[in-house]
């Protein structure tokens, strides 16, 4: 297995077991969508933003709160733009 593979499990994990099941779903499906066609820079600019936590991303994105936590980034944009 390579790096890139094991960065990706992780990536799922750690997408799909936040705590709530809001983001469970939200970064789920969104890493379920794109993970399969994300660079190695994107998929480092996603672990960015799983150690982000619930609560703040949950207001970034379902408040459309703006926070100067969340990078911004292509992924970023991606995860903005994602519907459910």
Known sequence: ?????ILKKQIIYRSTHRGTKEMDILLGGF??????HFTDDELKEFEQILVIED????RW???KKDNNIIPN???????KKFKL
């Open 1 to 5: 297995m390579t790096n890139k593979e």
């Open 73 to 79: 980034n292509k992924v970023s944009e991606m995860l």
């Open 61 to 63: 994105y379902f408040d």
């Open 31 to 36: 890493v379920k969508k794109h993970i399969d």
């Open 55 to 58: 609560e703040i991303l949950y």
